[in-house]
């Protein structure tokens, strides 16, 4: 069996290193099951900075990828088209036989869409979550990418019930967990305390780690800057920890904002954002995979987004949703404050053993 695994951007990393180690293992083991799986490893380039890109396949042990389509930043039409292009040439001359895409960045369902109109198997990791929320790229991403899929491995429950909604097969739903779990679970021994740690004297549990990168968000100068005033009000002179996305960059140019406690840094390496957030009295963030960590760390985590596509960090995990309104953020803080945030648990089958479960199926699949 041929498989690709597709990888484009910051969050697929996380999510491809535990399959491709456990993809290692397996065929460092067993002599039937050796070369039973060919995989081959493609980098779509959608992120291709070191600290977006490089800085993950360094740390998470990641091999090179066998394949770098290169197509850099563009608008969603740009990168989809580029991306399209430049795979469908690739499998044409050296096709295979499963494409394996996670999450749901433009790589996910570009790659998906290639592979589905040239007959191959598409697999989806993390497959079946909505936010029902269609402003977003990535709900358009995971509606197109899940109604091509053959296989959809799922991390809960909620996934499974919207792909059976959906009228897919119950034999083509595996529900085997978070690989991204699987990774946190991997790695926690070895987060490294960054330099900035040193530098902005953070205490245990003394501070808060911050990202913002959804268009919602952050392509509005005036919002962000009033949700911004509104947490730094908020933090109550706690230092917070702002690892900057480069879209969000660029926007925080034009506006200037400053705050003595807000510390503005460039995007971290895995290891040492996880230890930030691991030590920190709490996590405000609009990503959806941060609070997949933040709930498995049982650290207490405000999204500010109107919906998740992951709402068992909510119903079982420490995250809450906070919004979109600067207006709404102070009654959280109040809560976070006095002490009164749920301690949360972890859902089923985040027991960092997803990626086992997957290549099990894989190797059944043949
Ligand atoms: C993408 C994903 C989003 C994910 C996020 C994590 C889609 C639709 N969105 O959004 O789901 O949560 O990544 O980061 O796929 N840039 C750099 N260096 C890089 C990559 C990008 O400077 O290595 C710049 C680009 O030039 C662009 C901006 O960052 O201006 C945004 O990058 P883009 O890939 O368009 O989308 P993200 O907002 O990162």
Known sequence: MKLDIIAGARPNFMKIAPI?????????????????????????????DKKMSGSFFDQLGIPEPDV?????????AEQTARIMERY???????????????????STMACSIVAKKLGM???????????????????INRMVTDAITDIFYTTSEIANKNLQKLGHDESKIRYVGNTMID???????????????????????GYFVMTLHRPANVDEEVKLKSLIDEIVKGTRGMPIIFPVHPRTAKILKIIGIEA?????????????????VQHAFAVITDS???????????????????????????????????GTNPK????????????????????????????????NDLLNLI
């Open 20 to 48: 491709i180690d456990e993809l290692e293992r397996v065929s460092s083991l067993s002599e039937d099951r050796r070369n039973k799986i060919q995989y081959r490893l493609i980098h779509t380039g959608q992120h291709y």
């Open 121 to 139: 198997g598409v697999i989806h990791v993390e497959g079946g979550i909505r936010s029902n929320d269609i402003t977003m790229p990535e709900e």
């Open 183 to 205: 990774t946190l679970l991997k790695n926690m021994s070895r987060f490294i305390k960054p330099t900035i740690w040193d530098d902005h004297q953070l205490k245990e549990k």
């Open 68 to 76: 770098n389509l290169e197509v850099g930043s563009g608008t969603q």
């Open 88 to 106: 469908e040439q690739l499998l044409l001359k050296e096709p295979t036989d499963w494409v394996l895409v996670v999450g749901d960045v433009t």
């Open 260 to 276: 003595e406690n807000l510390h503005m840094v460039e995007p971290l390496g895995y290891l040492e954002f996880n230890y930030l």
């Open 288 to 322: 959806g995979g941060i609070t997949e960590e933040t709930t498995v760390l049982k650290v207490p985590c405000m999204t500010l987004r109107d919906n998740t596509e992951r709402p068992e960090t909510i119903t079982i995990g420490t995250n809450e949703l906070v």
């Open 328 to 359: 709404n953020v102070a009654p959280f803080m109040e809560k976070l404050h006095q002490g009164k945030w749920k301690t949360g648990d972890i859902p089923y089958l985040w027991d960092g053993k997803t990626a086992e479960r997957i290549v």
